[in-house]
């Protein structure tokens, strides 16, 4: 369908350009989990992948 856009299990939607609803609204609108019409000309659509990603971390302990 036309502007209808559904992010995979391992990713979120960031839509921006169209002003949010609420005092402390964010500029943009997070979706996951299901699908959101998104019209091209007053708004876009980003892909945020939430794989995880591994990180050496080397911490000294003491106990």
Do not use: W
Request: a neutral charge; charged letters at 20%.
């Amino acid at each position: 369908m036309f502007g209808y856009r559904v992010p995979a299990p391992n990713e979120a939607l960031l839509i921006s350009g169209r002003k949010q609803r609420g005092a402390d609204a964010l500029p943009f609108k997070i979706v996951t989990g299901h699908g959101t019409f998104v019209v091209p000309v007053f708004s876009k659509a980003t892909r945020l992948t939430l794989a995880m990603q591994e990180a050496e971390v080397e911490e000294d302990c003491y106990t």
